[in-house]
């Protein structure tokens, strides 16, 4: 009788752990496909002719073409834009991930009187806009004479990647015991030491997440770069991609291929890394 | 003639060693419209007749290219040549006066060459030819199937009850009488409702508005609201519209959904035959003999019959920071003088951009495009486009309410209150 019972309650509660995961899967399959969806959709109409979306929006290709995608990388310029797209990228995650490092093991663990002055100068940049510095940004980059070179984009791409980057890092370092610290001092050893060998591997997560979100942000960023330079060769991809968008085109087939193309590196990227981007924003979450 | 051969060397080695002037254009240029490639090929033209100038480009488009626009007015740095529009969205330029005069750099006799309307300064909000349009846009036009409707027992209708007789017949079919995509907001506004207010407030009461002496909440504005409310309570527009994306509407229309099309005249490019393709959406035969172009049927109620609503265009303007009488103004004249030759208007007016304000501008055309002139010259009574006197902080409220009353969410009184809060909101931020 009372095996029966347990028979039973186990069958329960094996239907409802069954409910629960297809519930699950049901709710992960819905978000899954809201963000996948719109990605086929796209890529499936940059293979149509303007005159075939307008009249197939939602079918297969039936007359595939890659005219698209030859007129959008010739028109768009796109050739010239990857390169600077690429420098950009790399260059201001690098200074950012180290410097945002190196001030933030300062703020955090080497206190002076003016630490949370200038930490919260620091700080206080997250609260700003970009559309609120555009037009100052720009005038002090013709003032001092650098408008239209890469040091201008580097400079103010950094500037403008601290704050977030050094309010990470000052928060995840903060965790880090300052035991360890006062222990190399008494040893002897010195603050750049102590950086290189205990703060810096340790640092690791909150690298990963600065170096996610510095990739990211950078390499779709296009208010700064339009109002930071002129000329076609110092451009990055995104304003290659915002010279085919407009409400009033009606060229969608090319439009289409120019989005896929600005999208595809930022798509294999994260399919390359996906494991590490996973790991680096679930670490940086937490403090050390 | 040894003199002469002379006189023609000192003048080339003169000039060899004259200093090449540059100038900063900032070029609006769309990567993805018809008619791409040749106005690439237009400005290399340029450059090749006149190697004593030469051209810096910078090419934006859209939000980009007015970012830019306003950053460089606010850092004084203008470029010599720049693209801007006659109203509100150019600001800027007309309200500081940062370009040069159009009327005393060209001079008249140059002007006399374009239509009244182009060269009229009251078109543009700095009250100067701030820049010479290079169209004169009409924003609401009925693009027909004159077939389909014959086809259903109908003629091509003319009054608002014309409409509202094709309804049951047209609908049991599955064919709307009139198709409005509204998605994005603006078409209702600039496509239907600047000319339904035109013809039943008029152009005045928007003048009064601004000035003071009228509100929003008036029987003229809640009549013409109460308009398109009926256009949907009738079902010649279908609530549905509502989610029709601007771009969708033409394939719809060619095939054969919808009776007539509400859009703007530069939407006869969207069924032109596509040059990479080599297919049209709707077949230049069909076009000719399938469709007609019209203007919005008389309404009930409209005190100012005949009126479309219709904007300057866009075009090219000058630094005003350029000296006057200096080599690079010489060549900033010349730049222009180029860009709205016959030659090149024409260019533009065969790739379907626009319909040119140049007088006499010939080109090869599809049978759509092609009615267009014949619909200017037939509807010469226009009327205010509401986003072109309209802060978007009152416009868009406009927008909103007018999807709003599509979906039968709200009534046209409760819309007109929402837009005068708008604008009295709007106009307390301006003190």
């Given amino acids: 009788m009372r095996t029966e019972a347990n028979a039973r309650v186990r069958a329960r509660g094996l239907l409802g752990s069954a409910l629960a995961k297809a519930a699950a899967y049901l709710v992960m399959g819905t978000f899954t496909l809201m963000t996948v969806y719109p990605l086929f959709w796209l890529t499936m109409n940059s293979f149509k002719t303007t005159r075939e979306f307008q009249v197939n929006m939602l079918g297969l290709p039936m007359d595939p073409t890659l005219e698209n995608f030859r007129m959008a990388w010739e028109f768009g310029e796109f050739g010239k834009l990857f390169p600077n797209s690429f420098i950009y990228t790399i260059g201001t995650t690098a200074l950012v991930i180290a410097l945002s490092v190196l001030a933030g093991f300062a703020f955090a663990k080497i206190p002076r009187r003016v630490t949370k002055w200038i930490y919260g100068s620091f700080v206080v940049g997250i609260l700003l806009t970009i559309n609120t510095l555009m037009i100052p940004l720009f005038i002090e980059v013709t003032m001092l004479g650098i408008y239209n070179t890469r040091l201008a984009v580097l400079l103010v791409y950094v500037g403008a990647g601290l704050p977030i980057g050094i309010y990470l890092s000052t928060e995840y370092i903060r965790g880090i015991p300052t035991a360890l610290v006062e222990s190399a001092r008494i040893d002897g050893a010195g603050y750049f030491t102590i950086f290189r060998r205990i703060i810096l591997p340790m640092a690791a997560p909150v690298a990963t997440t600065l170096a996610i979100l510095q990739i990211c942000s950078t390499w779709n960023e296009f208010a700064l770069i339009n109002i930071l330079v002129s000329r076609t060769e110092l451009k990055s991809l995104p304003l290659g991609i915002f010279k085919f968008s407009s409400s009033l085109s009606t060229d969608y087939g090319k439009q289409f291929a120019a989005l896929v193309i600005g999208m595809a590196p930022m798509l294999l990227f994260y399919v390359a890394f996906r494991k590490q981007i996973t790991r680096g924003v679930a670490a940086g979450a937490v403090k050390g | ?431």
């Fill in chain 2, 1 to 431: 003639m040894k003199k002469l051969i002379i006189v023609a060397l000192m003048i080339a080695v003169a000039a060899s060693l004259q200093a090449q002037v540059t100038l900063k254009v900032l070029n609006y240029q769309q990567a993805d419209q018809a008619g791409y490639l040749e106005d690439v090929a237009i400005w290399e033209r340029f450059q090749t007749l006149n190697p004593d100038i030469k051209l810096e480009m910078e090419v934006l488009f859209n939000d980009p290219y007015h970012e830019k626009l306003q950053a460089y007015a606010a850092a004084g740095t203008l470029p010599d040549v720049f693209y801007v529009w006659p109203g509100a969205r150019s600001a800027v330029i007309h309200e500081k006066k940062l370009a040069k005069d159009l009327a005393k750099l060209l001079g008249p006799d140059y002007l006399k060459n374009f239509t009244g309307a182009a060269t009229n300064p009251k078109n543009q909000l700095g009250g100067y030819l701030v820049q010479l349009p290079q169209s004169f846009t009409y924003t609401s036009v009925m693009y027909v199937n004159v077939k389909l409707l014959k086809d259903n027992g109908f003629a091509v209708p003319k009054t608002y009850a014309d409409l509202k007789k094709m309804v049951p017949k047209l609908k049991a079919k599955g064919i709307a009488v009139m198709m409005l995509p509204n998605k994005d907001g603006w078409p209702g506004q600039s496509c239907l409702f600047s000319t339904v207010a035109g013809r039943i407030a008029g152009d005045k009461f928007f003048d009064d508005v601004l000035a003071g002496k009228a509100k929003f909440t008036d029987k003229a504005f809640v009549d013409s609201l109460k308009v398109v409310e009926d256009l949907y309570k009738d079902g010649i527009i279908q609530r549905s519209d509502n989610a029709i994306g601007y771009g969708e509407g033409p394939g719809l229309f060619a095939s054969g959904k919808a009776a007539i099309f509400l859009d703007g005249d530069w939407r006869t490019g969207a069924y032109i035959t596509d040059k990479a393709s080599g297919k049209a959406l709707i077949d230049p035969k069909a076009q000719a003999s399938d469709f007609a172009l019209l203007p919005i049927v008389a309404l009930p109620g409209e005190k100012f019959p005949g009126v479309n609503s219709a904007v300057a265009g866009t075009g090219w303007a000058v630094s005003g920071s350029i000296p006057a009488g200096s080599a690079k103004e010489e060549a900033a004249a010349r730049l222009i003088k180029y860009l709205y030759s016959e030659e090149v208007q024409a260019i533009r007016y065969s790739t379907g951009a626009y319909v040119p304000t140049r007088l006499g501008v010939k080109a090869t055309l599809e049978p759509l495009p092609a009615m267009l002139p014949g619909f200017y010259a037939a509807n010469p009574k226009t009327s205010y486009v509401i986003d072109g006197v309209l802060d978007p902080a009152v416009y868009n409220v406009i927008n909103d309410g007018l999807v709003a009353i599509g979906n039968g969410t709200k009534t046209a009184a409760v819309v007109a209150k929402e837009v005068q809060a708008a604008f009295e909101a709007w106009k307390a931020s301006k003190k």
